[in-house]
């Protein structure tokens, strides 16, 4: 028997409906969890104490100091070469098969779990080359993890920049470096900023890499040398361990939060760029 | 040399990052990796389930089948529920709900997976072992945590398929007399089709590589699993588990491991990028 074309499309819209709604509680169901239960333990003292005892008490100052530091390293390193790539890739080259290698690179470089990332950055950087578990091992592999974010961000945002901004460069007797340098690029400032902001994101919550070449040590790193902790691995710690559930669910309330502003923010840049020139 | 042309030069190379960053990995990975699985032969360390490092014995068969099962329920979950939440916004949802809603989905994708494993031993793993039986730590739970953790990727890929459909071709089913419905199952799912089962590849890489969720999750039990409820460990988080401590021949068979993980990943990634290129 066929069913009715009307019935047929009420019973498809309400599964398709009701699917949604479930994914939406999903996310919603975390985000309310982690908060109501993690955000009460956001205490000053929680975010300026060193922790005491593995992590059992005290707060997670010296976890904060490691993740900044690493992440800010990671930035350093990748930005360059990101937007650098970005700027070969649209301005300097016709599309063929070089870009395509390029894109396809990078691609498949995005596609690399973070597990086989720790294995080469513990290899690489932490055994042959001799930096040990540190802020610059872990530094240089989340780097290598977050340079197709950027590329991909940066090359949608300089693709963005209208033609004829260029060609009034051009006619202005500015050369191609120039017009890339004084227009193109503040013009793309706004989604190359977004690829950045979404690096730190991805490199904030990022656990695998670090555990591996950034090793677990609760000093506070000084030199890119030393070791360090960094929330999402203290987090991962403390929970697998059992140490202390209301301190677990501080750190991630805190890595959360500052992972889904971040996020957020960089959207709506996006967004915002994207309207501006189309 | 001109300004302008070594500029050009020095972009070239910083171009080359992303593909030496790829290649160095490469080397590395199987450099550490493949003298063990040359030595063990490849068919001992893939078909033999008998993992014993410390006694010589390298088979991740085991490790293999459950990161296999695990990907798959994850699949089951994920596609399903990932499709329904494109099409909605795609086809079925008002474009001021789209503006609020794509984004707000967008945010699982920021939610770090050791959250995900955190709430998945929290609630899931009760549930499963009051509800269910077993311990509860079990392939299902990874599967469904999995499923979960996919879904910003099926999700965000599927619309981008959706979206590239052109407006005519459902404009002209509607004229016909069709449902919007009959229109999205004829006319749009078919002609988004292949950017649609790129999605599922590249969700089922994401799956197979995750690794810090699963760990927390699947018991990491050493065995083949005969039941959805039995823990499992698979080839990610065997990696992670033990290289904390591992040395000499056991930590080679850790790389060997990473490079079946990371072919099946290129071979995966590959398929995506052959099926994009069609189009």
Redesign the interface.
Known sequence: MRLD??L??IM??T???T??G???F??IF??V??SVKGLPQITPTFLFDLPHDMGRAGGIFSTIAATAYITLLAILLAS???V??A???TE?TREGWGTR??R??????A??????????G???FVMKLGFGWSVLSGGLTLA?MI??II?RTSEEAIKAVPREYRQVCYSLGL???QAITRVVLPSALPGITTGIMLSV?RS?????VL??TAGASLRTPVSVFDSGRTM?VH??IL??EGLSMPN?YGT?AI??VS??A???VA?TLMQRLIKRYS | MSREKFVERVLFLLALSSLSSLLLITVFIFLEGMPLIIETGLGNFLASSHWAPTKGHFGILAMIISSVLVTLGAMVLGVPLGLACALVLAEFSPPRLKMVLKPTLELLAGIPSVVYGFLGVLWLVPLIRDYLGGPGLSLLAAALILGIMILPTVISISIDALDAVPGPYRDGSIALGATQWQTVRRVVLPAASSGIITAVILAMGRAIGETMAVIMVAGNALKIPTSILDPVRTLTSNIALELGYASGRHREALFATGIVLFVIIMLLNLAATLLTRRK
């Open positions: 074309p009307r047929s499309q498809a819209k599964v398709l409906w699917f949604t479930f994914t939406l999903i996310l975390i985000i969890n982690i360059p070469l990101g650098g790539t700027i070969y890739l300097y290698l390029i396809f690179g990078s691609e498949c470089l596609g690399v779990p973070s597990i086989i990332l720790g294995l080469f513990f290899v690489l290598i340079l197709p590329i050369s191609q470096w994101g904030l919550g990022e656990t695998a555990l591996f999402a987090f991962y929970a697998r677990a991630a890595l959360m992972i889904l971040i996020n957020l959207y």
